[in-house]
């Protein structure tokens, strides 16, 4: 057996042990359920004639809508439990007593909890397209939702890769889930303070500060990505082109944000998991 | 160590947990084709030895090789030919026992129709075969145990390690895992099994060692430890009456080394090597005592576990 197979083994593997845990597949469940809401909500309302123009572009409310809450939480659900729930449960012993290297399991964890959330990240994109086409008819620059999506997922590394750092590091996945949802909802709350600041002291700082919080590249590539491509082009009412993205940035920069988020904590996961010892439950 | 003779060798394995816990150093040599028993009481460090030697835990001084391989070095070659039975075993509940299974074989590289084979034959081998298709969430310990077993073997492993194999499991399924692993060992393979039940490393193991406080006290051919720790044979007499002049007078003998008294029996430890029941039998009625029977009592491995015990305590 070589080493892709090994590793595509425990990627497997890792889906399945992440479906089985019930919090992950009720959060999957709940995303997609939740997709439905915009729409519901936008169909009842009378729009006015003025936005209509939004109507054509449901698809991309409804691809970004998961993205900028739910599947940052799905994604540090999934990966905080990938390592640490292994020694939790004393199972990480009867897969790395066997024929395989630290690295490629390492490997096979993160590729599959990093394909589920890929695949259900999917699913909400999909979902957004067909609900929109059969809700509000045809949808224009369709033809850039792949691009959309695989900005979605990208920006999604940088919480999924810090629950996976904290979930080896801290190997108690409550412990980790806890710890990454509160930087993804502190630098939440914190980017609304420091822009409030910059407004009233005019300093610039504030918004450097902002562009480096985590969730800056992690939440504003996608429409920065679709402002980039097309709607620019659209003259959208009330700012919606704007939507999201308090704190303007290039792409670029989103990207360096995003890379740099994710490389690092990726780096002290496998050195934490490389130089230590498969912990259990018994051990004597 | 010679990786043609040897299938595990670790070396003055130390690991500190703090600064009151730590194991080691620990040397340890299992030849091929032997069934090592590895004893200790509980929290002496055979599981922490175990997962060193299977490279689960790093051990921050020595080093340790499987036929001739660091596992910490090169996984994929020294645990090829390794199965591994935990103390406990936890398993994936979502698992059925086939999947489990099959999984296992899947990382060893075992692949389509052999895989399947191999799943259903162990399963019948470890009784478990009607509970295929169960979620291992449903089964009971000593179903866990028997799967656990069934996993190590997998691989047609050269060298099986067990931590405690038979915890959890009926007299019944004890005996027959004891035949089971005897039968391994007479195909060639070798064992290091960890047990706490000394009779049954007795019957089953060719060579043992023991760990105390961290550290090994002995290690050897069984025959040869219990000759070390047995202090010559032992003859059980029961009389009819026992009188200080009786006990004096045996006590005295040339041959006898020492003398316990139990109420009507009285338990004479003889010279090395000798039964030596008819001449004490003699030497009993001659000085008048009531002899109502008398027996040859050899020195068990809990004897030797005992005494050594006995002359290691932990401030030593």
């Known amino acids: 057996m070589n080493d892709i197979q090994r590793i595509l083994t425990i990627a497997r593997y890792e889906w399945r042990r992440a479906l089985a845990r019930r919090k992950v597949f009720l959060l999957i469940v709940l995303t997609i359920t939740a997709e439905f809401l915009p729409f519901i909500v ?41 390592t640490a729930e292994e020694y939790e449960q004393g199972t990480a012993d009867s897969i790395l007593s066997k024929p395989i290297r630290r690295t490629e399991y390492l490997i096979g964890k993160f590729i599959g909890g990093y394909s589920l959330f890929a695949f259900t990240a999917f699913l909400t994109s999909a979902l957004a397209m067909i609900l929109s086409y059969s809700t509000f008819g045809p949808q224009e620059f369709a033809e850039f ?26 190997r108690t996945s409550s412990l980790a889930y806890l710890v990454s949802s509160t930087v993804f909802i502190a630098s939440l709350i914190l980017g609304p303070f420091l822009l409030l600041a910059s407004n009233l002291t005019g300093e610039q700082f504030y918004l450097d500060i902002v562009r480096w919080l985590p969730n800056w590249g992690a939440s504003n590539l996608p429409m920065m990505v679709a402002r980039a491509l097309f709607l ?28 740099i988020y994710a490389i690092v904590p990726m780096v002290i996961a496998f050195l934490r998991f490389l130089r230590s010892d498969v912990t259990n439950k018994s051990s004597t | ?103 296992t074989a899947r990382i060893h590289g075992i692949n389509g129709a052999e895989r399947n084979r191999k799943v259903k034959k162990l399963l019948e081998m470890v ?65 290091l099994v960890s047990s706490h039940m000394l009779d049954e490393v007795q019957r089953l193991c060719t060579h043992i060692g023991m760990i105390h406080h961290g550290k090994m006290v002995f290690q050897g051919n069984i025959t040869d430890i219990l000759a070390r720790f047995g202090k010559g044979l032992a003859i059980e007499v029961e009389l009819g009456q026992i009188t200080p002049a009786l006990v004096d007078y045996v006590r005295k003998l040339d041959y006898v080394r020492n003398l316990q008294v139990d109420t009507n029996k009285i338990l004479v430890t003889v010279r090395d090597g000798e039964d030596l029941r008819a001449e004490l039998a003699e030497d009993i009625v001659k000085a008048g005592g ?19 015990l006995r002359s290691n305590p932990k401030n030593e």
Do not use: C
């Open chain 1, 42 to 82: 936008l169909t009842q309302l009378p729009i006015p004639p003025a936005i209509r123009i939004v109507n054509s572009l449901m698809w991309l409310v409804g691809t970004i809508f998961p993205h900028a809450l739910f599947l940052q939480f799905i994604a540090i659900f999934i990966s905080t439990g990938a």
């Open chain 1, 145 to 170: 939702a792949p691009a959309i999506y695989i900005s979605i997922i990208f920006a999604s590394l940088v919480f999924f890769t810090m629950g996976f750092m904290t979930g080896e590091v801290f």
């Open chain 2, 1 to 103: 160590m010679n990786p043609e003779v040897t299938a595990i060798s670790a070396s003055n394995l130390v690991k500190n947990y703090s600064s009151t816990t730590s194991i080691g150093p620990v040397s340890l040599a299992v030849e091929k084709g032997t069934i090592f028993g590895f004893l200790g009481p509980n929290g002496a460090g055979k599981t922490t030895t175990i997962r060193m030697i299977l490279g689960l835990i790093r051990p921050q001084r020595g080093n340790t090789q499987i036929f001739g391989i660091d596992p910490l070095i090169d996984p994929i070659n020294a645990l090829e030919k390794v199965g591994y039975a935990p103390e406990l075993p936890n398993f994936q509940t979502f698992f059925t026992a086939e999947e489990l299974l099959d999984f």
């Open chain 2, 290 to 308: 009531k002899l109502l029977g008398l027996s040859l009592k050899k020195t068990t491995l809990e004897d030797a576990f005992i005494e050594t």
């Open chain 2, 127 to 191: 009784g478990i075969s009607d509970h295929a298709r169960k979620k291992i969430g449903k089964f009971s310990k000593g179903m866990v145990q028997r799967l656990s077993v069934a996993q190590a073997l997998i691989n047609d492993p050269e060298l099986i390690i067990m931590d405690e194999p038979t915890i959890g499991m009926d007299p019944v399924a004890t005996i027959y895992f004891r035949d089971l692993f005897k039968e391994i060992h007479s195909q060639g393979k070798t064992i």
């Open chain 1, 232 to 259: 620019q082009n659209v003259r959208l009412p009330f700012g919606l082109g704007d939507f999201g993205i308090a704190v303007n940035g290039t792409i670029l920069q989103a990207l360096t944000s995003i890379s």
